[in-house]
Every structure is written in C-alpha cells, then in structure tokens.
C-alpha cells in the first residue's frame, strides 16, 4: 500500500491553490495511507504548556498534506473519497485562545493536554477536567480539492471543502468533493479525536493521525458544496449536505437547498424535499469558528429515502 509522510515539511502546504505540484499520484480506485500532523503542524508538542502558545506561528495552522494527484479525475468530475481507517495518536490537545473561538477575549488563554487510549479521550491537564472520559470519535477537520483559481487561506471551509471541521466525515464515511482541475488535486489535514458540533472553543481534541482511504470518481454531475454519507449517532447512515458563508442563516438556507437537491434525486419534487427536510431532517452549526465562514449541515436517515415505496 502506498504511504504518504505528511510530516515531511516538502509534502504540505499552507494555502489553496491550483498550481502546487502533487506531492504524490494515485489511481482511481487505489487505497493509500497518509501521516498527518496535527492542526498546529508539529509546533505544539506533549510537553508544551499554556506558555507555549505565545511562541506559536498562526500561519501554519492547518498546514496540509498534498495535493495528491489523482490519475483519470478530470475538471467536472466528483471525487468520492471513502475513509476507511484513522487511527490517532496516543495524545492530543485543546487549547482557549485570545484571539480564536467563539467566545474570543473572555477567557484567558490556556493549553489542555490529552491522553488518548483504550476508546476515551481523558485530560492529562492537571486539576482541569479531572474525571472527564470522552468517547473516542475520530474525524478530519481538512479535506478539500484545489480551487480552479485564485488563492484561499486554510482556515475558512470552502465550496472546494478545507477546514469543513464536520464531524461526520470520521471512519467509515464517503464525501464528495468537486473535482475544480484535472487530477483534483486533494489535500489532507486537521485530524481530530473527537469534537461537539460548532467547535466553539476553536479547537477540538488535536491529534495527528494515519489515515487510510481510497479514491473514487463520479462523472456528470455538479456539486454546489461538499456532500457526504455518513453515521449518525441514533439515526444510523445518514445523507449529509452542507453550506458556508460568512452568514449563518445563508449557510443553513445553502444547507437545506442542498438536501432538497438530494432528495430530488430520489424522485420527489422540491416541495415534497423542502417539507421532508422540515420533518425528518437535523440542521447543525457544524463550525462557527472558522471565520469568515460558517458551517451548517444537514443530515436525513438514509432509510427513509432508500426504503421502498409502494
């Protein structure tokens, strides 16, 4: 199996363009592994303190590991990439910056360490969250594919993906991603261990981790933003769409809209998915802190859809 080292400083890059060199070619179909740092990209280490943040260089923030090529992918096409394994590393951190998060100046700032094993998330801060035992819920925090032009920061997601910061894209799930130039060229980043939808603090459980996942692509068709399918807690697979923008209600109302373009698919009429959404659907502040752009998702259960109607 080819593996991708994103720990080598050659293999990431800090901003979204069409006109980075891939790192790395893949075929349509391939299973590969890649390392990934975590968000800080190696700049926060398991003996660093609250002392450490000052020393920290913001523009390496979700630094990712890429672009990977993909051979036969061509401009108009979707690339499903299926997430098959993430395994974390055995640490993580969380941190309150003065200048980050939802709350941003109302806290003083402050790194917490993780120690992560054995299913749970648990504090190694002392006298902080003592007690505390998080399921483990691994997820990427970046995926995205290059822009067709122009030049993006990492943080805000994008209607390319990025720094989505979505729980659901974790072990097991497939997301859909525009294919902008020929070969897509996709990038990797931000895991986490676990996460609340909004991320309100600015930060989940970072970590970095090895992922494997494999590639496939979808022709004739059009993505306003990233899709995916998914598991939910409760409502087993679920069909997910999202919206970014600058304003949360237009990201809920891009969200929606998006999952009435789903269940037309299915054969119903865009009054008919535009009800559907109302009764069976779950609108999420996915990310609120990755300014200047939000993310709403929705997702429906993907029996209520596929089950068979008489």
């Not at 290059?146 to 209607?159: C, K, R, T, V």
């Not at 304003?247 to 535009?274: C, P, T, W």
């Not at 069976?280 to 709403?296: C, H, Q, R, T």
Request: proline share 5%; hydrophobic share 35%; charged share 25%.
């Amino acid at each position: 199996m080819k593996e991708i080292d994103g720990f080598r400083d050659e293999n990431l890059h800090a901003k979204w363009r069409g006109d980075i060199r891939p790192i790395e070619n893949v075929y349509i179909g391939e299973t590969f592994k890649i390392s990934i740092p975590d968000s800080s990209t190696k700049q926060i280490m398991k003996d660093s303190s609250t002392k450490s943040l000052k020393n920290i260089d913001g523009s390496k923030f979700d630094m990712a590991v890429g672009p990977i090529y993909v051979k036969g992918a061509k401009r108009g096409d979707i690339l499903e990439v299926s997430i098959k394994k993430i395994e974390t590393a055995n640490w993580g951190w969380s941190a309150v910056m003065k200048d980050f998060g939802l709350l941003k100046g109302l806290f003083k700032e402050r790194l917490v360490l993780w120690d992560i094993s054995d299913g749970l998330v648990t504090s190694a801060s002392k006298n902080f969250l003592h007690g505390i035992k998080i399921p483990i819920r691994p997820f990427l925090g970046v995926i995205g594919t290059a822009p067709s032009s122009g030049e993006y920061p990492m943080i805000p997601p994008q209607h390319f993906g990025g720094n989505m910061d979505n729980k659901l894209i974790g072990e097991g799930s497939k997301l859909y991603l525009p294919v902008n130039k020929d070969g897509g060229l996709i990038s990797f980043a931000d895991p986490h261990a676990s996460q609340g939808d909004g991320e309100v603090c600015g930060t989940a459980v970072e970590t970095s981790a090895k992922v494997t996942v494999s590639i496939n692509v979808i022709r004739g068709k059009k993505l306003n933003f990233p899709r995916m399918v998914s598991k939910e807690r409760g409502n087993g697979k679920v069909l997910v769409t999202q919206g970014f923008s600058p304003d949360l209600l237009q990201a809920a109302k891009e969200a929606v809209k998006e999952m009435i373009s789903v269940i037309s698919d299915y054969g119903f009429s865009k009054d008919e998915g535009y009800v559907l959404c109302s009764v069976a659907g779950n609108l999420k502040i996915s990310e609120i802190v990755d300014e200047p752009n939000f993310g709403v998702s929705m997702s429906i259960p993907a029996s209520i859809l596929e089950a068979e109607r008489s």
